[in-house]
């Protein structure tokens, strides 16, 4: 009965999906990064959460994938997306991308950790993403799972200084760190 509900709500969200929805919540980024810009946490947060009530909070679901109650991805996936799905699935992205940007600067690394993750779930090497969990990581003082994010970062963007910049500091941390643990 769950799935014939979730195909029913997956297809009725389709058919219902428009164009005007995507230029609702793409305007809705831009208030978020203007309010970003500002240093109005609360409101680009606001914003950039809002994005998700016109986009959905996950990439619509293929009815095979439903039926068959299988986590192994569709093979047709990539190219049954029309261009309109494929930019909701990026602005769904960036919302929770963004999100995990102002989360670090309200100095939540948790919830950072919590969006960043959302993004590595649909495209886990995503650099931005694995920079930002990094760093809450690293904030967290969970450094295993900083240096993971960050070297998978530096692999997947080897010329960004903003990357190579972090993971050196991780290090330093880390062996600031041990060395108090010695001495103790």
Same mark, same amino acid.
């Given at each position: /009965?769950?799935?014939?509900?979730?195909?029913?709500?997956?297809?009725?969200?389709?058919?219902?999906?428009?164009?005007?929805?995507?230029? =609702?919540?793409? $305007?809705?980024?831009?208030?978020?990064?203007?309010?970003?810009? =500002?240093?109005?946490? @609360?409101?680009?947060?606001?914003?950039?959460?809002?994005?998700?009530?016109? /986009?959905?909070?996950?990439?619509?679901?293929?009815?095979?994938? &439903?039926?068959?109650?299988?986590?192994?991805?569709?093979?047709?996936? $990539?190219?049954?997306?029309?261009?309109?799905?494929?930019?909701?699935?990026?602005?769904?992205?960036?919302?929770?991308?963004?999100?995990?940007?102002?989360?670090?600067?309200?100095?939540?690394?948790?919830?950072? &950790?919590?969006?960043?993750?959302?993004?590595?779930?649909?495209?886990?090497?995503?650099?931005?993403?694995?920079?930002?969990?990094?760093?809450?990581?690293?904030?967290?003082?969970?450094?295993?799972?900083?240096?993971?994010?960050?070297?998978?970062? &530096?692999?997947?963007?080897?010329?960004?200084? &903003?990357?190579?910049?972090?993971?050196?500091?991780?290090? @330093?941390?880390?062996?600031?760190?041990? @060395? =108090?643990? /010695? =001495?103790?």
């Amino acid at each position: /009965v769950f799935s014939c509900v979730l195909i029913f709500q997956t297809y009725f969200f389709l058919l219902n999906m428009s164009s005007a929805d995507y230029e =609702t919540a793409l $305007a809705l980024k831009e208030k978020g990064n203007n309010a970003f810009k =500002t240093n109005d946490l @609360q409101n680009a947060l606001k914003f950039y959460s809002q994005i998700l009530v016109f /986009v959905g909070m996950n990439s619509q679901m293929h009815l095979r994938q &439903v039926a068959n109650n299988s986590s192994m991805s569709n093979p047709y996936k $990539a190219s049954s997306r029309s261009s309109l799905e494929k930019k909701i699935d990026d602005l769904r992205i960036i919302s929770f991308n963004n999100m995990a940007a102002v989360y670090l600067k309200l100095e939540n690394y948790q919830k950072a &950790v919590e969006k960043a993750s959302r993004v590595l779930e649909d495209e886990p090497n995503h650099p931005k993403a694995l920079f930002r969990r990094g760093f809450a990581y690293r904030k967290m003082h969970d450094f295993e799972n900083a240096q993971n994010d960050l070297e998978r970062a &530096v692999a997947i963007n080897k010329s960004d200084a &903003v990357l190579q910049r972090e993971l050196k500091v991780l290090r @330093q941390e880390m062996e600031r760190v041990s @060395q =108090t643990k /010695v =001495t103790k």
